[in-house]
């Protein structure tokens, strides 16, 4: 990644509106924790033995640990089966001490991921997964928004990034970020398109774009030729190398504001994931918090 003075003041830094939300969070466990003497605890269910799925996990538990909330991890052998998943999911679902549950994905196959995810209960669905929590995102009701997606809204607002009336474009159709993603700009009153990497014509439609949001899984798939001037990029993408969806050498040059890779959306997620768990305890314990 290179950048000069310039392009310095374009870049949207995640890690420190990340701090902040765990600052935020730190103070909700102290509170929660002074009213009731119970420790908001988040459960971590890693199935198989994925490197990357064990560092994610491993993260999460850091940052927990960080802010004074509990950390159960739960792991399962890469021979689970589907049934053993949700059994345990289940489980940790009517478990009182447990206030936020996390399917840490991808899970191996056989295993039917759906079915993991709609055993956690909308009240602990802190990572945003299920059918229910999807439902009342796209109505505009509350709920614990999925992670990412929630994250990237804190990014925006933080820079005053006008929505509006702008033209959006979401390229990616994931069920927990492109699909979410579209839904809370379109409450936010803007225009949205929602792509992927199949769409016709999609460098011509970015290129109408007042803000792009990248998370299709793909290293460097958007080119910087794409991006309008002024454009805002937003990249949710992570690729091995410590690559986005974005080229960002190319991109930031017309771009007024962009999000590295590492450094950008990152750090929101799982700053965001945190954040709920602690709202999810308030909830549950029948705590109300400023």
């Not at 990340?18 to 509170?31: F, G, H, P, S, Y």
């Not at 960080?66 to 689970?80: K, R, T, W």
């Not at 225009?191 to 299709?216: E, G, Q, W, Y």
Request: proline share 7%; charged share 20%; hydrophobic share 45%.
């Amino acid at each position: 990644m290179r950048t000069n003075s310039a392009n310095a003041a374009k870049i949207m830094d995640g890690r420190d509106l990340a701090r902040r939300v765990l600052d935020a969070a730190r103070t909700k466990v102290q509170r929660i924790r002074a009213a009731t003497g119970h420790t908001p605890t988040l459960a971590t269910v890693l199935v198989g033995d994925d490197p990357a799925s064990a560092v994610y996990v491993r993260m999460k538990r850091k940052r927990c640990e960080d802010v004074g909330m509990m950390c159960l991890a739960v792991e399962l052998p890469q021979q689970a089966t589907t049934e053993q998943v949700v059994a345990e999911v289940h489980k940790l679902g009517a478990d009182s001490g447990v206030h936020g549950i996390l399917v840490q994905h991808p899970v191996p196959a056989p295993i039917d991921k759906r079915a993991a995810f709609e055993a956690i209960p909308v009240s602990k669905d802190v990572d945003g997964v299920t059918s229910g929590t999807l439902g009342r995102i796209i109505l505009g009701m509350p709920g614990f928004i999925p992670c990412t997606p929630a994250g990237i809204m804190q990014l925006l607002r933080a820079h005053r990034v006008q929505l509006d009336g702008a033209f959006a474009v979401v390229i990616g159709r994931s069920p927990i970020l492109g699909r979410p993603m579209a839904s809370l700009l379109i409450n936010a009153h803007a225009t949205v398109a929602l792509c992927h990497s199949r769409t016709h014509s999609l460098p011509s439609i970015v290129r109408m774009a007042d803000v792009v949001i990248a998370a299709c899984g793909q290293p460097r798939f958007v080119q910087g030729g794409w991006i309008k001037l002024g454009a805002v990029v937003i990249d949710a993408g992570y690729n091995a190398g410590n690559v986005g969806d974005v080229d960002f050498d190319a991109a930031i040059e017309p771009a007024s504001l962009i999000t590295p890779v590492p450094g950008g959306v990152g750090p929101m997620t799982i700053a965001t994931l945190i954040d709920h768990t602690a709202d999810a305890a308030a909830e549950q314990l029948g705590i109300a918090l400023p």
